[in-house]
T-cell receptor, first 115, second 112 residues
Framework: AQSVTQLDSQVPVFEEAPVELRCNYSSSVSVYLFWYVQYPNQGLQLLLKYLSGSTLVKGINGFEAEFNKSQTSFHLRKPSVHISDTAEYFCAVRKRGSNDYKLSFGAGTTVTVRA | EAQVTQNPRYLITVTGKKLTVTCSQNMNHEYMSWYRQDPGLGLRQIYYSMNVEVTDKGDVPEGYKVSRKEKRNFPLILESPSPNQTSLYFC???????????FGPGTRLTVT
């Protein structure tokens, strides 16, 4: 089974400051890794994903994440946040090479951007 | 436009009164699933369907039923809702070879 730990439940940050959201996972098999964003009163939208290859992946809205296999981490970063980045962010994993498409999610990190 | 729609978006009901939350997609995706989202727990899978007439349990199936009689629809049925099923529910879909799941807008259910 896979499990995902998001190390911060709440992250307040000032506009134009950088932000990092931490995600660690545990799995007995190889996984694909994802970050989703949920804006207030909306569904989930994919920010970025790591499938294979370069460990630094870039996503939408200026976000990027780095896969670290030895530390089983997939931290999300943005160098300069905007008010519109206020949202809840979810890290998720899925077993690699499986017909089971289930995503296992972390508990979420709420990012609040202040002017 | 590619869409996953859920109805209703908001529902307040009483314990024991059967209800159905509908999910419909226009992307011809084989795979559909239901998740519930609870504070501090993230999203947990309830049921999923690999294709028409093929459904299976996820991590938290107790108290829920599903059916998949046609490709585009995947309703979630609560035969006898209880207060611990108060939650935010999401339907999701994907097609083979695509690693991304597409989520509906969510249904907020309150059971009193």
């Amino acid at each position: 089974a896979q499990s995902v730990t998001q190390l911060d439940s709440q992250v307040p940050v000032f506009e134009e400051a950088p932000v990092e959201l931490r995600c660690n996972y545990s799995s007995s098999v190889s996984v694909y890794l994802f970050w989703y964003v949920q804006y207030p009163n909306q569904g989930l939208q994919l920010l970025l994903k790591y499938l294979s290859g370069s460990t630094l992946v870039k996503g939408i809205n200026g976000f990027e994440a780095e896969f670290n296999k030895s530390q089983t981490s997939f931290h999300l970063r943005k160098p300069s946040v905007h008010i519109s980045d206020t949202a809840e962010y979810f890290c998720a994993v899925r077993k690699r090479g499986s017909n089971d498409y289930k995503l296992s999610f972390g508990a979420g990190t709420t990012v609040t951007v202040r002017a | 436009e590619a869409q996953v729609t859920q109805n209703p978006r908001y529902l307040i009901t009483v314990t024991g009164k059967k209800l159905t939350v509908t999910c419909s997609q226009n992307m011809n995706h084989e795979y559909m699933s239901w998740y519930r989202q609870d504070p501090g727990l993230g999203l947990r899978q309830i049921y999923y369907s690999m294709n028409v007439e093929v459904t299976d349990k996820g991590d938290v199936p107790e108290g829920y039923k599903v059916s998949r009689k046609e490709k585009r629809n995947f309703p979630l049925i609560l035969e006898s809702p209880s207060p611990n099923q108060t939650s935010l529910y999401f339907c999701a879909t994907r097609t083979g070879g695509n690693y991304e799941q597409y989520f509906g807008p969510g249904t907020r259910l309150t059971v009193t």
